[in-house]
């Protein structure tokens, strides 16, 4: 399929799937005599998959550290700690979640001064937010 088939399949744009493969993260894909792109389910289903990790927080930089592992993702989750994929070999999820869990931390305390300044108490201001 051509490049704006597979980025609808993927629920994506042509211009995603070009700047994946700038960064890395989709293998150049085979061209037509044309010299148009061509893909196949099995591009459009990487594609799933690094949108579904940048969805879950990762970067594009974090995925670009285990690129070449990415085809060991399957389903709608990550693999468990002990398989070789992009959770164990590198650490790149657990150093996510670190991060993750920082900017949390940061977050809340900044919520919890924010609201501390207007007379709101914190678990007030975070019932709002929902």
Do not use: K, W
Not at 114 to 119: E, F, H, M, R, T
């Amino acid at each position: 399929m051509r490049i704006g088939d597979a980025a609808a399949a993927a629920g994506t744009t042509p211009r995603a799937l070009r700047f994946y493969e700038q960064r890395g993260l989709l293998p150049p894909p085979s061209r037509t005599a044309g010299g148009q792109r061509r893909y196949g389910p099995r591009e459009v289903a990487r594609v799933l998959t690094i949108r579904r990790l940048l969805s879950m927080g990762l970067t594009i930089e974090d995925l670009r550290g285990c690129a070449e592992r990415l085809h060991l993702l399957d389903g709608d989750a990550l693999p468990p700690y002990d398989s070789s994929g992009c959770t164990r070999t590198t650490g790149i999820a657990a150093n996510r979640l670190e991060i993750l869990n920082t900017e949390i931390a940061r977050l809340t305390a900044l919520r919890d001064q924010l609201a501390a300044q207007i007379g709101t108490p914190a678990e007030d201001a975070s019932l709002h937010a929902h």
